[in-house]
């Protein structure tokens, strides 16, 4: 399977999107618990299968960037540090 995450403008929350069938169908696009105000954000996952991501949590401005830990393939997220 393969997992998209997305900035969205409404709502204004990383959103997530599942694939089966290796990118060819989409499940429609939902909204996380992790706020933010439509800016860009960077995902890795590590060899371990842990994902990471860089983020603004919050709905309006981009203070501050955050780090955020999923451990079941971005469904729930839990923050790590405010970097900035």
């Known amino acids: 399977s393969v997992v998209a995450l997305m900035r969205s403008k409404n709502p204004r929350n990383v959103c997530r999107a599942e694939s089966r069938d290796g990118g060819k169908t989409w499940s ?20 371990q299968g842990d994902l990471f991501l860089i983020y603004n949590p919050v709905a309006i401005g981009r203070v501050p960037i955050s780090l955020a830990r999923s451990t079941d393939d971005g469904k729930t997220w839990a923050k790590v540090k405010d970097l900035e």
């Not at 429609?28 to 060899?47: C, H, Y």
């Open 28 to 47: 429609p696009a939902e909204p996380t618990a992790l706020p933010n105000p439509s800016a860009g954000i960077d995902a890795v996952k590590t060899t």
